[in-house]
């Protein structure tokens, strides 16, 4: 079976190397451990290797000296021998034989044979069949150039070989001590020299792993650590500068991002379903409900007949950074400038464009009264209906704009020209107030249906009471029965009862508009009548 790829092992040690799992790489032994154990094994093999070595050198050298001596013996004794068996006296050998045993204690077998094979005389002891015999060559005992026998000697050599063996034993230990004492020298090194610039090294990744990239690192040991170290504070300068580009990109994007807003709102990107404007596409639009808001100076043509355009632009500026903010915080957003206009859209089934507008007449108001030294009093008028819509991007390959298509558009910019025939400020649809949730809160004054121009069908129009001067709105309470009743017998064709109602309302207040509107339609319609 072969060995897997992702792997590696090593007999002498009990851990695998993952490649390929990061996570694991905890459970493996740190380099210091490592090292001990190499180490540790390493002086093992030394002193065991020494011991053996040592061992079978004092071995060789007792069994060389033995050999010598005993040979040396055994020619003596086969000298003896054959005079021995010249003199037929084979006693005198036995009891040479039986001395030569008593008087060394280390012969374990001494041994003489005739011609024949036939032992003539012979010294045995059990150690004859141990292990620590040595067997010396055997001598031949010659007569006349003939062979009269052998001379076979065995020697025990047991207690030579315990000394040798406490000796070996005594200097390898000596060995082995000083190997480990050089073995933990080593490792005070390494780990001075080796070791701890590799922790730094690793606790420094993670510093640049984190954000902090200081260029100021140094890893002491060798000249090897101290390159790396240069080499990390290069790829932190690196980063650095790169990083510091990226943000440089990013606060680029992030202010234009910011510019392209001011000429094309975010919410209205968000509207037609782009997470940024960098993905917007020609054409990309999207079908909802929204709230049309049309906002218009009055009579600021004649106004600005009598201003330098620098003045012009001042008087708008500050027109708008006092009515805009109170569209944004009712969730609203200006799609289009127009000039001294603005169109504004709101989210549909709620009273948020309602609140806004009433915000805006007050705030206009608030903002001439304390801040203001034009010599003349802006007039805003306002509009307001709801509807069905199409937001999208229209333009050509070299200029876009965010556009909307709607009747809802058309309806509230006609509702705010209304404005300078019916009065008030704010009007709005009934059909906007119908979908804006509770209202009951707000002060409303029922303006009868209308025709309103470029569209087909009849609208009902109501005016807002809420942004009125208080002297203004005092006076639309008082005739508020009035009028109501006069709206009422206009549109069930009884005309001299509101051509009564609606006197009576300009008798109390002369210059109510919306009064003066219908006197006046009653006035075109009997005259039609006769």
């Not at 007999?11 to 190397?17: C, M, Q, S, V």
């Not at 380099?31 to 030394?46: E, G, H, P, Q």
């Not at 094309?264 to 997470?275: A, C, D, L, M, Y």
Request: hydrophobic residues 45%.
């Amino acid at each position: 079976m072969g060995r897997s790829p992702s792997t590696w092992s090593y007999r002498a040690f009990p851990w695998k190397l993952p490649l390929k799992s990061p996570e694991s790489y905890s459970k493996l032994p740190s380099l210091s451990n490592y090292l001990i154990r190499v180490f540790a094994i390493a002086t093992v093999l030394i002193a065991v290797a020494t011991f053996f070595m040592s061992r079978g050198t004092q071995t060789r050298y007792l069994e060389s000296e033995v050999e010598d001596r005993y040979i040396q013996l055994t020619e003596l004794l086969r000298v003896s021998a054959e005079d021995a068996v010249v003199a037929e006296d084979l006693t005198l050998l036995a009891d040479l034989v039986a001395d030569l045993g008593d008087g060394d204690h280390s012969i374990a077998l001494l041994q003489i044979t005739n011609d024949e094979g036939r032992v003539i005389a012979e010294w045995r002891t059990p150690r004859a069949d141990g292990e620590s015999v040595l067997i010396l060559p055997p001598a031949v005992i010659e007569l006349d150039g003939r062979s009269q026998g052998e001379i076979r000697l065995q020697v025990d050599l047991a207690y030579e070989y315990a000394i040798i063996n406490a000796f070996v034993l005594r200097n390898a230990s000596t060995i082995a001590i000083l190997v480990i004492g050089l073995l933990i020298v080593q490792l005070v090194l390494i780990n001075r020299r080796a070791i701890k610039p590799v922790l730094r090294i690793k606790e420094r990744l993670k510093a640049v792993e984190t954000g902090d990239l200081r260029t100021d690192f140094e890893a002491a040991g060798s000249r090897e650590f101290a390159q790396l170290a240069s080499s990390l504070n290069e790829v932190a300068e690196t980063l650095n500068t790169r990083r510091i580009s990226e943000k440089k990109a990013r606060d680029e994007l992030e202010q234009t991002l910011d510019h392209f807003a001011r000429f094309v709102p975010s919410k209205f990107i968000e509207n037609i379903g782009v997470q940024s404007p960098l993905d917007a596409k020609l054409g990309g639009h999207v079908e909802t409900r929204k709230a049309v808001m049309f906002a218009d100076l009055r009579d600021f043509t004649t106004i600005s007949e009598h201003l330098e355009a620098g003045q012009i632009f001042d008087v708008i500026n500050q027109y708008l950074a006092c009515t805009v903010p109170c569209i944004e915080a009712q969730g609203g957003y200006v799609l289009q400038y127009l000039g001294d206009g603005i169109m504004a859209l709101f989210p549909a089934g709620t009273s948020d464009a309602l609140q806004a507008a009433i915000d805006m007449q007050k705030a206009l108001r608030y903002c001439q009264e304390q801040h203001s030294s034009m010599p003349f009093r802006l007039q805003m008028s306002i509009g307001i209906h709801e509807g069905p819509v199409a937001l999208g991007i229209v333009g050509n390959e070299t200029r876009w704009d965010a556009s909307i298509i709607a009747d809802a558009v058309n309806a509230s910019s006609r509702i705010e020209a209304m404005t300078r025939v019916l009065g008030g400020d704010i009007i709005v649809s009934q059909e906007y107030l119908d979908n804006a949730g509770d209202i009951s809160g707000f002060s409303q004054r029922n303006l009868g249906v209308q025709q309103i121009r470029g569209r087909k069908g009849l609208l009902e129009l109501v005016e807002i009471l809420d942004s009125l001067d208080p002297e203004i709105l005092e006076a639309r309470e008082a005739t508020s029965g009035d009028f109501a009743k006069g709206i009422e017998a206009y549109q069930n064709g009884d005309l001299y009862l509101a051509m009564s109602c609606f006197s009576r309302v300009l008798a109390t207040v002369p210059d109510d508009l919306a009064a003066q509107f219908y006197l006046a339609r009653i006035s075109q319609r009997i005259t039609a009548f006769n």
